[in-house]
C-alpha cells in the first residue's frame, strides 16, 4: 500500500491539516485512488517528508518498517516499507519495494518492484503546489494487488477508513515539516 494510504489509515481525530477530497474506484481488480490534502506547512519541507520514507514510521502506525534504499542502476532513489492494517475481519502485511523519480518540490513519483512487492503494479504521484499560504499534494493511486480483497464492498471500506483514520497522520505529517521548517534540516543526503 502506499504511504499517504497508510498514513490515512493509522489514526483519526481533528488537525490543522484539511483533507479536501478523497475517491476510491476498482475496476476490474485493480484500485484507483485520488486525494488532495492541504497543510499549513512549506512546499520544500511538505516535499521533504513525503521523498523521506526514514520519516514514514513517525507519521504512520500502520507502518512498522521503512527505509530509503540506494540508488538502482539508473541512479533512482529507491525505498522500502513493510506495513500491518486491517479492513474489517482482511488484516494483511504488505511489502513494497521500489524505486522514486522526483522534479524536486514539485513531483514525486514512485513505482514498485513486483519481484520484491505484495503488488502487481503499484504506481502513485504527489504532485506539490504552494496554495493559501501552505502547501496542497494532490495523491493518485493506481494498483493491483497480489491478494484479493471483496470488490462488492472494498472500495467503500476503504474510502470509509481513510476519511475517519486521517486526522492524526496528517496532522503529524504537518508537524514534521514545521519541525524541519524551525530546524532548517531540509534536503536529500
Not at 67 to 95: H, M, Q
Request: some cysteine.
Amino acid at each position: 500500500m502506499s504511504r499517504l494510504w497508510l498514513l490515512l489509515l493509522a489514526a483519526g481525530s481533528a488537525s490543522a491539516a484539511e483533507l479536501h477530497s478523497i475517491d476510491v474506484r476498482h475496476d476490474e481488480g485493480e484500485y484507483f485512488l485520488v486525494s488532495v490534502v492541504w497543510f499549513d506547512a512549506g512546499l520544500e519541507e511538505t516535499f521533504e517528508v513525503f521523498s523521506t520514507w526514514d520519516h514514514s514510521e513517525q507519521f504512520s502506525s500502520a507502518i512498522v518498517e521503512a527505509r530509503d534504499l540506494p540508488p538502482d542502476e539508473s541512479g533512482r532513489p529507491g525505498f522500502y516499507s513493510r506495513a500491518e492494517g486491517c479492513i474489517l475481519f482482511f488484516c494483511k502485511t504488505l511489502v513494497r519495494q521500489g524505486h522514486v523519480e522526483l522534479v524536486e518540490n514539485r513531483v514525486l513519483h514512485a513505482r514498485v518492484d513486483p519481484e520484491h512487492s505484495d503488488f502487481e503494479f503499484s504506481d502513485e504521484t504527489w504532485t506539490f503546489q504552494e496554495e493559501d499560504g501552505g502547501t496542497r499534494v494532490r495523491y493518485e493511486l493506481h494498483m493491483d494487488p497480489k491478494f484479493w480483497v471483496p470488490p462488492a464492498i472494498g472500495p467503500y471500506m476503504i474510502k470509509r477508513k481513510l476519511k475517519r483514520a486521517s486526522g492524526d497522520a496528517l496532522d503529524r505529517i504537518e508537524r514534521i515539516a514545521q519541525d524541519l521548517a524551525e530546524t532548517g534540516n531540509v534536503g536529500r543526503d
